[in-house]
């Protein structure tokens, strides 16, 4: 387990940022949990090119409409037409990038500040942007817990994500995520088109909280369903990934580029908000981390220390354990069926997808293009993006309800 504080939500900043301490994938560690091209990668970029705006398209066309108070859709098509934003209910988070900031304390608000140029010589280290959900505080706002990323105060900068609509509807679906680059632009370091690239990680924590929460302070409970000090979480394998093709035209490439201006459009006009979402959608296997060393390997299920699994291993805080049938299938899957155990890097891959499909093992799940947050239906729910500016200076981003904004991709959601 991880060692945690106590109170995983607070009002402080401060209390936040004590108990959700983070251990940081570096990004050795991550390409090699994922390989270069399973990293879901954004890149946003502006280039310094007159200011007379003008429509242009995003690479693949998108369809937009704002719901009606009674559920129908709206008559116009808003994103053909506007900025590339969908129109309706949607929660705003802004991004800015500053040469220096020290007012990183207190929290509230919709604003997060990062390094101009990172990683630079003043600021050589990771930028890290770090939203979550607890469905325990009843929140109806997006709020920025802590403001300021790893550059300006030594931690990630912390987003709240809502729950709740503010009639106490539950947010059940997730968001449509849009952003699109503002502000006055300006050249990268080394004389490129500016541009910020977000990555999430792969790695995704969650746990329960307990029923007696408030909403505002709040710990986990342990495997007893008491009160505890450490935060069992769950942790997404290694061949998890987000919603990423390079070379599907119809799906956000890992690369997406979004200039402020066009440089190829008649007039030089401003481009359009693109579709983020897929930064948001994960598909993959996810294991309680029963040993709490933050991996899922072979160790977590031989609890014996004997180098074999055998059926009775791998007890989850749910009470399920590895069973004689789990095995068996695993070894089929693996061609291997030696000694009726599980024995081989073969075997151990095969037996995670076998009981995270089977559906009688809570310990592991196997998700297809899941709303990130959903992950485990867990009440605390955590991801990580690894910020890379250079010269983006103010970058929007709008979260929809997908209850409320009715959205067409060309990508499949599964």
Request: proline residues 4%; glycine residues 10%; contains cysteine.
């Amino acid at each position: 387990m991880i060692k945690k504080e106590r109170s995983l939500v607070s009002k402080s900043s401060n209390s936040l940022n004590a108990i959700i301490k983070r251990t940081l994938v570096s990004g050795k560690q991550r390409r090699a949990l994922n390989g270069n091209n399973l990293l879901m990668t954004i890149t946003i970029s502006i280039v310094i090119i007159g200011a007379i705006f003008g429509l242009v398209a995003v690479g693949y066309e998108m369809t937009a409409f704002a719901a009606k108070p009674d559920g129908s859709n709206g008559s116009k098509d808003v994103i053909a037409s506007s900025n590339g934003f969908p129109s309706g209910q949607h929660f705003n988070l802004i991004i800015h990038g500053k040469s220096s900031f020290d007012d990183c304390g207190g929290s509230g608000g919709h604003s997060v500040f990062t390094p101009e140029y990172s990683p630079s010589e003043e600021y050589p280290g990771d930028q890290t942007l770090q939203y979550y959900i607890n469905k325990k505080a009843h929140s109806t706002t997006l709020t920025v817990r802590d403001r300021c990323t790893d550059g300006f105060d030594g931690d990630p900068a912390q987003v709240q994500l809502p729950t709740e609509f503010e009639d106490g509807t539950k947010i059940t679906d997730g968001f449509w995520v849009f952003a699109r680059v503002h502000g006055t632009p300006d050249n990268g370091k080394n004389g490129g088109d500016s541009n910020i690239v977000l990555t999430p990680d792969p790695k995704i924590e969650a746990c329960n909280l307990n029923d007696e929460a408030d909403g505002t302070e709040s710990d986990c409970v342990d495997s007893n369903g008491n009160q505890a000090d450490v935060v069992e979480l769950g942790f997404v394998t290694k061949n998890g990934v987000y919603k990423c093709d390079e070379t599907d035209p119809d799906i956000i490439d890992c690369d997406e580029k979004l200039y402020r201006y066009d440089a190829g459009t008649p007039g030089k006009g401003a481009k359009k908000a693109i579709d983020m979402t897929p930064l948001f959608l994960w598909s993959g296997i996810a294991c309680e981390d029963l040993d709490g060393d933050g991996e899922l390997t072979f160790d977590d299920f031989d609890t014996d220390s004997s180098g074999t699994i055998d059926a009775g291993e791998g007890l989850t805080n749910s009470g399920d354990s590895i069973t004689a049938a789990h095995i068996a299938t695993a070894l089929a899957v693996s061609d291997t069926g030696v000694g009726g155990v599980i024995d081989t890097d073969a075997d151990f891959n095969a037996l995670l997808t076998v009981i995270a499909e089977a559906g009688d093992y809570d310990g592991c799940v196997s998700e297809t293009d899941l709303w990130v947050f959903n992950l485990f239906d867990a009440d605390l729910v955590i991801q990580n993006q690894t910020l890379t500016n250079d010269g983006v200076k103010n970058l929007q981003i709008r979260f929809y309800p997908q209850q409320t904004t009715t959205f067409t991709p060309a990508y499949d959601v599964g």
